[in-house]
C-alpha cells in the first residue's frame, strides 16, 4: 500500500521548495555581494545549479526520507544542504552568512568539516555518486555479518548533476554494483541537460536508461510535471508533446531563457494552427509556466515516484529540469557560475513576497495558515539531524610478531600475517575485510581469502573445489565471508575502501578495510584514494609489487612515483618496510591507527623481492621505525658520512656499508621506514615555531644530528630520488640521490640494479664523489 501524498503536505512542499531556492541564492548573493569582500577575489557559489534541485530536494527531505537514509548530494547544490538544515533548526544563521569563509559553511558538502551531518562529502563530480553504490553494499556486509540490524538499514542515495554521467567512475561502479547485486541504491539525476560549459549533447538521451537498465536498475523517467501532462489532454496536447519531445537540450534552454512571447512565437511557428486553443489559453508567464513545468520541478510528480520506488530495487530518476529555475538566468547556458545582480535578487525577493530586511528570517512574508503547514512537515522530517557520534575502538589490538623465516619478501610476509590473524580468530581478524581489484591472488591475499571467503550476498559455490580440480586458492562465498572482490578497476577499490573505511560513521560498525593494488597502480585510482583520505575514511592500503625490484615484469608494471604521492596526500601515512618484523609492526599500527580518533588510513608499499632478515639485538629500533626511521648501523658521534635508504635495496645499502665502513670510520646506515612521516615531523617543527608550539626537534632532526656539520648523505630508494633527497635541507647536509628518474624495464634486479644506479658500486661512487667535493 503506498502513502498517498496529502494535499495540504504538497502545498506546504511547495512552500519549503521556494524557502530552499530562495535562501540558497541568498546565501549565496550575500558571500558574494553584501559580505565585505577583503581580497577582491569572487566567492562564487551556483545559483542556478541550486535551483535546478530544490523541488526535488524538498520532495526528498521532506517527504521521502527516513532516518537510516543517506545522501551524497550534488556538489554544487550544497547550499540547498545547508538551508534545508537552517529551516531544520540544525544550521544557523552565522554560519550560512560565512559560506565559502574560512569555518563557515563549505562550498561542497564536507563531511569533515561542515557543522551539519553530511553523509558523504562530494567535490569531485562523480565519486560522490558511485560511493554511493559501495556504501549500500556495506551496509549489507554490516548486516550480513550480524554487525548491524537489518531494520537499521537504509537507503543509499545519491543527487546527481547530468553531467556527472560522462564521469567513467559512473561506468565502472555501476558494473562492480551490477555484480555485487547491490540494492538500496537511489541515484536522482538533475537532468537540467547543462554542464559547466553549456547545453549537453542530446545524443545521450535514450542512452542513459538502456545502459542502467541493462545493469538491473528500475529506470524511472520524470519528464513533465503535472501541469504539462494535464495540458497533453487539452485540445493541441499532443502536438505540444510531440514537440517537447522533439526539441534539442540547446533550444529549449535558450527558449526558456528568453520567457512567454519567446515560447509563443516558436510554438506558433512551428506547429501553428494545432498549438493555437493551448496559446490562447494562457497569457506569456503562464505560458512560459506550463513549458517550465517539468517532471524535476513538479512536487507531486516527485513524490509520487519516490513513493512509488519504495522497495529495495536499485533506481536511477532522471527527473528534467531547468538549470536556474525560476531566476532571471534560467536555461541560459552560461549561468553555470552566474550570480545575480543585486537588483535581479531584489525582484526574487519581491516575487516571493519577502519583506526587505528579513532575507534571513525562513518563512518571512508567510501568513499563518502557511508557516503552520510548512513548520508542521518540517518536524516530521525523518532524515538524521544530528551528526553521528563517531564510532571508533572495536577491537584491541594484539602484538603481531612477524612471520619467521631467515628470507622473506615483504609482499610473502602480508600475505602471511593475515593468514595467522585469520586462523588465530578473535575480534580483529573478525573485523577484517580484504578487497583488491583482481589482484587477489598476485598480491598474497589469497591466503586469508581461503580462511575467510569471498563475500557474496548468496552463497557461492566454488566449481572447481566441488569439481575436485586441485588448486591453491578457494573460491567459495557467502554471507560470512571477509574479502570482497573487485573486477580490474582501481578506482573502484579506493570508493571501496572510501565505503568501508566509514562504515563506523554510516552504520555504527566500525570495520578493518584492507585492500591491496599494483602499486603503480594507485595512480589510476588517485581521484578517488584523495576522496577516501578527504572523508576520513580510515583503511590500510598495500600496494604491490613496486619498484624497479619487479624485475622481469618490466616497466609497465614497475612503479616510480607512489612514495611522492603519499607523502602529497594528507590523511594516508606511507611506510615502507625491508624486513618481516617492520612490517609486522606497522600492520599493527595501521590497525590501531585506523580505529584512532587522531588516526589516519595506511599505506604499505612493498615487494616481491625476498631477502635476508636482519639480526635484532634488541627492541629500540621500533619506536624509531614507527616515526619514520632508525639508525641501522648506528653513526659515531659526528660522523662525516651515512647512507640512507629505504625499503628492498636494504641489502644492497648493507654491502655498500660494508665496503665504505672501513674508509669512512663512524659511517651511518639509516633505515628510513617512511619518508612521509620524517617530513611532517619537520616541517611541522619548523611550523611549530611560528605558532608557537614546543619547538622540540623532530625526529629526522634528532636522527641527522648524530652527523657531523659537513657530513654528506647518500639517499637511494626504489623509487623517485626526490622522496629521499630533501634529507639534506633538514641540517644543511650535502647529498647524493639515488632512485629511478627513467622509466623502467625487464630485467634481472642485478642488471636493474645496475643500470639505474642502485646497486654497491653505484652505492660506493656517490658516497666516493661526496668526499671528493
Ligand atoms: C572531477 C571534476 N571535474 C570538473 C569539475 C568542475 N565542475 C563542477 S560542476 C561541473 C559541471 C556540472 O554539471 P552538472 O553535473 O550537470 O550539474 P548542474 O550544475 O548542471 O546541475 C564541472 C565540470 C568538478 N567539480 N569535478
Ligand atoms: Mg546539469
Known sequence: MLKRVEGADIEALKLIEERLRWLSAWTIHHANHVRPNVDGLKVGGHQASCASMTAIMAALYFHALGPNDKVAVKPHAGPVLHTIHYLMGTQTREQLEAFRALGGMQSYPSRTKDAIPVDFSTGSVGLGVAVTAFASLVQDYCIAHGLMRPEDGGRMVALLGDAELDEGNIYECLIEAAKHDIRNCWWIVDYNRQSLDATTADRMFSRFDEIFKSCGWRVVTLKYGKAQEAAFHEKGGAALRRWIDETSNADYAALTYLGGPAWRARLERDLGAKIRPILDERDDDALAALMTNLGGHCIETLTEAFDAARDDVPTMFIAYTIKGFGLPFAGHKDNHAGLMNPGQIAALRESMGIPEGEEWAPWAGLGDNSVGAARALVARARFAREKRARAWAVAEVPPIAPPDGAVQSTQAAFGRILLDLARSGGPLADRIVTTSPDVTVSTNLGPFVNQRGLFRRQELADVFAAAKIPSAQKWAGGRAGQHIELGIAENNLFLMLAALGLAGDLFGARLLPVGTVYDPFIARGLDALNYACYQDARFLLAGTPSGVTLGPEGGAHQSINPPLIAMGQPGLRHY????????????????????????????????????????????????????????????????????????????????????????????????????????????????????????????????????????????????????LSWLGGVMGHKVSPLGIERFGQTGSLPDLYRVYRLDVDAIVEAAAELFLD
Do not use: N
Not at 600 to 624: F, H, M, N
Not at 675 to 701: M, T
Not at 714 to 721: E, H, N, Q, S, Y
Open 576 to 723: 615502507e618496510p625491508a624486513y618481516a618484523d617492520e612490517l609486522a609492526l606497522f600492520m599493527e599500527e595501521a590497525f590501531r591507527l585506523i580505529q584512532s580518533p587522531e588516526g589516519e588510513s595506511v599505506y604499505l608499499r612493498l615487494t616481491t623481492r625476498s631477502i635476508p632478515q636482519v639480526a635484532r639485538g634488541d627492541d629500540g629500533w621500533r619506536a624509531g621505525a614507527l616515526k619514520g626511521g632508525y639508525w641501522l648501523r648506528e653513526p659515531a658521534p659526528g660522523a662525516e658520512a651515512a647512507l640512507a635508504y629505504c625499503g628492498a635495496i636494504a641489502p644492497e645499502a648493507l654491502a655498500a656499508w660494508e665496503a665504505l665502513a672501513e674508509d669512512v670510520p663512524g659511517l651511518g646506515l639509516l633505515a628510513v621506514t617512511s619518508p612521509d612521516l620524517l617530513h611532517r615531523g619537520w616541517s611541522a617543527r619548523r611550523a611549530g615555531r611560528w605558532a608557537g608550539a614546543a619547538a622540540r626537534p623532530s625526529h629526522v632532526e634528532t636522527l641527522l644530528a648524530r652527523l657531523g656539520a659537513k657530513a654528506g648523505l647518500v639517499t637511494l630508494i626504489d623509487g623517485a630520488p626526490a622522496a
